[in-house]
């Protein structure tokens, strides 16, 4: 049984996973902490992680009604995340692979979210197509074997991820932290017509895979000055409804077009992002249309977790990957290359 362990952003995750099924897991969040600042404080999530990880991991050892010589493996985010975050993370899967005598994995947090849908719908299958959509990340990938083949970045964000965009105009609107939830909340009394959004690189000469929300932020945003500036109430619920809107719209569309020209027929939409009620809908119609298997996490897996670590180092340890070494160190802007510090090598 692998034991995951993630600590990238606020929450502290622990998960267990064996041959592909999730035993038991755990997130403890620092989330509330933040929310007066409008924002992940990095300082205060790294103190969090460092108070949460121990407990988080005998939380879903109890989950899973197991115990520490359960563990065979230890699997951990080594980035990208917050340096300070990470560090704690990395420290506590040392301390836990050391005391058990177990090996250690050193995972890509982007490549733990899509793993996340495996331990609800099984294996992947290779290849298919993936839409990434988190706080910090909105790339299109073609995913072969996660644990030996390289990941192709067909596109990714020239500017703000859609979760930044969500975000950041929910405070604009002021609505609550953190945004994504709030205006998932607001839009259900909302018309999503009402807001003509702009939908941008979607045009004929655009990069078909490239994603860029920074525009519709603005626009967002200036649409809530112009009323402020009239004096007229802010139609809330309206702008959260168009704002999603556009945002589900163009990832779907871009999405649905890259399965269908990369001939894959399946396609897996993960992180956070993924939750949102209206990209969901919105991806499921759109690829009953095309004839494409959609694929998207349970909500729970959907935003950081320890499972989707264990996910991974599970595929890594049946596959046969070398472990890394006990003095691996994080890196907060890995890119993503391959799933794990070390994939298994092609012969
Ligand atoms: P990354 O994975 O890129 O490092 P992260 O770990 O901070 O970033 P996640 O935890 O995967 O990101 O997702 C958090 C993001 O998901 C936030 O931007 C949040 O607003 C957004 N989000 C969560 N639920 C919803 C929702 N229902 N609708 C829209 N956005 C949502
Ligand atoms: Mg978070
Ligand atoms: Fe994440």
């Not at 989707?308 to 990957?321: E, H, K, S, T």
């Amino acid at each position: 049984m692998v034991l995951g362990i993630e600590s990238s952003c606020d929450e502290t995750g622990a998960g267990l996973v064996q041959d592909g099924k999730l035993l038991g897991h755990s997130v403890a969040s620092s989330m509330d902490e933040h929310a007066r600042f409008g924002g992940v404080v990095p300082e205060i999530a790294a103190r969090a992680h460092v108070h949460a990880a121990a407990p988080v991991v005998h939380a879903a050892l109890a989950d899973a009604g197991l115990t520490m010589s359960d563990i065979d493996a230890v699997a951990v985010t080594t980035g990208p995340g917050l340096s300070g975050a990470l560090q704690v993370g990395v420290a506590a899967a040392k301390g836990f692979a050391y005391s058990l005598g177990v090996p250690l994995y050193g995972v890509h947090h982007l490549a733990g979210h899509v793993a996340a849908d495996t331990l609800e719908h099984g294996p992947l299958p290779n290849p298919c197509m993936v839409l990434i959509v988190s706080g910090g990340h909105t790339s299109l990938l073609l995913v072969r074997d996660l644990a030996r083949d390289p990941i192709v970045h067909l596109g990714d964000t020239l500017d703000d991820a859609a979760g930044e965009c969500f975000d950041k105009v929910a405070r604009v609107f002021g609505l609550p932290y953190p945004g994504g939830p709030a205006v998932d909340r607001a839009a259900r009394e909302g018309n999503p017509r009402a807001v003509a959004f702009p939908r941008p690189l979607t045009g004929p000469r655009d990069d078909r895979y490239a994603f860029s929300f920074s525009g519709l932020k603005t626009a967002a945003a200036r649409w809530a000055e112009q009323h402020r500036a009239a004096g007229l109430p802010l139609p809330v619920a309206d702008g959260a409804a168009s704002l999603q809107e556009a945002i589900a719209d163009v990832l779907t569309r871009k999405a649905v077009a890259a399965c269908k020209e990369h001939g894959v027929g399946t396609l897996v939409v993960v992180g956070g992002v993924a939750a949102n009620s209206r990209v969901r809908a919105l991806a499921e119609e759109r690829c009953a249309k095309a004839g494409i298997t959609l694929r998207v996490p349970p909500l729970r897996l959907c935003t950081d977790n320890g499972a989707m670590i264990a996910a991974v180092g599970d595929l890594l340890v049946r596959a046969g990957a070398e472990p890394a070494p006990l003095d691996v160190s994080i890196d907060p802007s890995a890119p993503l290359e391959y799933a794990a510090l070390h994939p298994v090598a092609r012969k």
